[in-house]
C-alpha cells in the first residue's frame, strides 16, 4: 500500500473564511463543556456518533411532553397526533434523500437492521448456490456479516474489490468483477476508514449493466452531503439517525417501490399484517410490513427533526464547510513527522475525500495516544472502526480517527494538531528515557 502524499504534494491553498461550524456550534449542548477542569472539549469523533442540536432534542421532548401514545392504532387525540408526527418524519426522510414516494421508506433501529433486512428478505428470497454477492474491502462489518451469514445459508460466493495503489477502491477491479453471475453489490458511499468517496452512481449502472442489484451503506454519506437516490439510481440504501444529528435507536432504509413489494416480511407481529386468522395471516404493504410492533417513535420523530436540521442549514453548505475543513486537517496531520494517513489525498478544494482521517505512527500505540488526547479534551477515535479485514490489507491492528462534522471549527483542529504534537513529543522522549508502558504515565 502506498503511503500517504507528502504536504508538498497537496495543492495548499488557506482555510476559507467558512464561519458554519462557528454559528451552529452554539446548537450542540453537549459541545459547551469541559471533557476535564480546564480542558474545553474538543469533539472529533462524529463519524462513530454525531452530537445533537437542541432543536431535536427539543422535538423528541415536545412528543413526550405533549402526544405520548402510540401510533396506527388509536382514535383518540394523543394517538392521532403521535401517528402524524410519526409519519411526517417518513415524509421528511423521503425528501432529504429525495425518494420518488413516502412508501420508499422503512423506519429501522439503524442502518444495520437496515441492511439485515435486505439480506434476510431480499437476499434469502432471491440469492442461490453459485450466485455471487460482490463487496469491498473497506466494508463496515455491518455490510459484511449479514451477506457472509447469508452465502452460508444460500451457498452464494462472496468477491471482493480491493484498493487501488492510493488506498481507494480499485475500479478495474470492480468492473472486472462484474459478470451474470453478479446478483448483489453492496458497497459503503464512503469508507470511514479511508475517506474516500466512491463513485456510487457509476457503480450503480455498471451493476445493473449485468442485472445486479444494489445496496449502498450510506452511514458516512446522508449525513455530510446531498443524496439523491434517484439521480443515484441505488435499489437500497441503508443510514443511520444517529450519524446525522438524530437521536440513536432509529435509521432507515429506501428501497424501490417495486423491490419492496417483492420481498417477503421480516419479523412478524402487530403493525405489519393486513389479517390474521388462525392458521395464517396476510400482510401489509410496504412499509409497513417491515415496521413490526411498536415503533421506536420519539427516535424516528428526531430523525424527522435531524432532517429539518440539516435541510434548513443546507446540505450543499455542510458539504462545502466539511471538504475545506476535511482538507486542512489532512494537510495539518500531513505536517507532523511520523504520521501515516490511510487512504487518498483530497482534491481540489477537498473533494474526492470525506472529512476524516484515520492514521497511525509507529511512535505510540493508537489506543495510548487516544487515551492521553482525551486528558487533553480531545475525543479521537482508537480501534479498529468496525473494518477489521481492511485494516488487516493495511498491516495495522487498528489506527486513530479524528472526524469532522458541521460544528466543527479550524479552531477545533488547531487544538487537536496542537496536542497530538505535544503528546507525541512526550511520548518520544518517555521512551528515549528508557519508559516503560506509558499507558500508566502522565503528562
Known sequence: MAATATAASISTMPFPSSTLGYELKSDFPTLDQ???????????DSAATSQKPRQVLEAMAAYYEQSNANVHRGVHALSIRATDAYEAARDKVQHFVHAGAREEIVFTRGATEAINLVAYTWGLQNLK????ILLTVMEHHSNLVPWQLVAAKT????KFVGLNDVEGLDMDQFYALLSPKTKLVAFPHVSNTLGCILPAKDMAAAAHRVGAVVLVDACQSVPHMKVDVQDLDVDFLAASSHKMCGPTGAGFLYGKLALLKEMPPWQGGGEMIDEVFLEYSTYAGPPARFEAGTPPIAEVVGMGAACDYLTKVGMEAVEAHEQALGKYLYEKLDEVEGLRIYGPPPGENGKGRAALAAFNTDQV???????FLDHEGVAIRSGHHCTQPLHRML???GSLRASLYVYNTKDDV??????LRETMHFFGNFQGSGGGNAAGAGL
Open 365 to 371: 500505540h493508537a489506543s495510548d495516544l487516544a487515551f
Open 155 to 158: 451457498g452464494a460466493v462472496l
Open 414 to 419: 488547531d487544538v487537536f494538531i496542537a496536542k
Open 34 to 44: 469541559d471533557a476535564y477542569p480546564g480542558k474545553p472539549l474538543v469533539y472529533l
Open 129 to 132: 448456490a453459485g450466485d455471487e
Open 395 to 397: 498491516h495495522a491492528k
